[in-house]
């Protein structure tokens, strides 16, 4: 078992790609925290871990909150003691007000554009038309949730001399994503964090390494429309969306002794979509 008896705490574990981290960790022998907005839903990932759940926990926090944040570590402080594994995964893929519906059919006519040849005529507009609380929200949990799980995290770890945390940032740091300028730049945010904590900490053991997942079939991805998705997978050479095991199995490689020698860098499993 790579992560045998290590204390591992996962924010956004109730659904998709942090539930999957939680139960591949949890197979690996890890002691789970799983940490949600939804106390119900990290419990109920808790339970499908089986006999592992045993040694898990589920604590509801909102990461974008700092005070709901350092309880939520004090409890983990308060139950383990220790802190060996912190994956940053916790995430939204719009903020309030945004109107979903309006964005997929704007995307939806932009792509018949380009399929009928007569241009790109439809501009996005979104930037100029998002609210402060959009921006906000996105920002927050995103980019400020990192921050402050990080800075709880190393309060721990630095006792120990070692730990190892994985953020989840996104292609969308890498190649920008015209549909959400604001969660493009928090994922870009979360890619620099990581290169500059991981030089800060190194000389104490800690690593600090990134993922860029592509589009992965969760239920963030969901509210794609079905041409948009064809459009997606015909640029991905993979021609696929990915699993969330798929994510869980790199998370596993960056959290465990098998990659001791990566830090500040980041692993991106997008199926071609960007190749960089």
């Known amino acids: 078992m790579k992560l045998k008896d290590r204390v591992a705490l996962v924010t956004g574990g109730g659904s998709g790609i942090g539930r999957a981290i939680a139960l591949l960790f949890a197979e690996e022998g ?24 045993a040694a898990a926990c589920a604590l509801a926090a909102d990461v974008a909150d700092s005070g709901q944040v350092r309880r939520m570590f004090a409890e983990v402080e308060r139950r383990y003691g220790t802190l060996d594994v912190l994956v940053n995964n916790a995430g939204i893929a719009v903020g309030p007000g945004e109107d979903l519906e309006a964005r997929r059919q704007r995307s939806d006519t932009r792509i018949m554009e380009m399929v009928s040849g007569e241009g790109i005529q439809t501009h996005w507009d979104v930037t100029q038309e998002m609210s402060d609380e959009a921006w906000h929200r996105v920002i927050g949990v995103h980019l400020n949730g990192t921050f402050f799980c990080t800075r709880e995290a ?26 959400v300028p604001h969660y493009s730049a928090a994922k870009g945010g979360i890619l620099a964090f990581t290169r500059a904590v991981a030089r800060e900490v190194g000389s104490r053991g800690i690593r600090v390494n990134a993922i860029c997942p592509g589009y992965i079939d969760t239920p963030m991805t969901q509210s794609i429309s079905p041409l948009a998705r064809k459009a997606l997978l015909s640029r991905t050479p993979l021609g696929r969306l990915a699993e969330p095991r798929e994510v869980a199995a790199t998370a596993l490689f960056l ?22």
């Open 255 to 276: 959290a465990s002794d098998d990659s001791g020698f990566f830090t500040g860098q980041w692993l991106s499993p997008n199926g071609g979509l960007f190749i960089g």
């Open 154 to 179: 190393l309060r721990l770890m630095s006792r120990q001399n070692r730990g190892a945390i994985v953020n989840l940032s996104s292609v969308a740091a890498l190649m920008g994503l015209e549909q």
């Open 30 to 53: 890890a002691r789970v925290v799983v940490n949600d907005l939804h106390l119900a839903t990290a419990e109920k990932t808790v339970q499908e871990m089986g006999a592992a759940g």
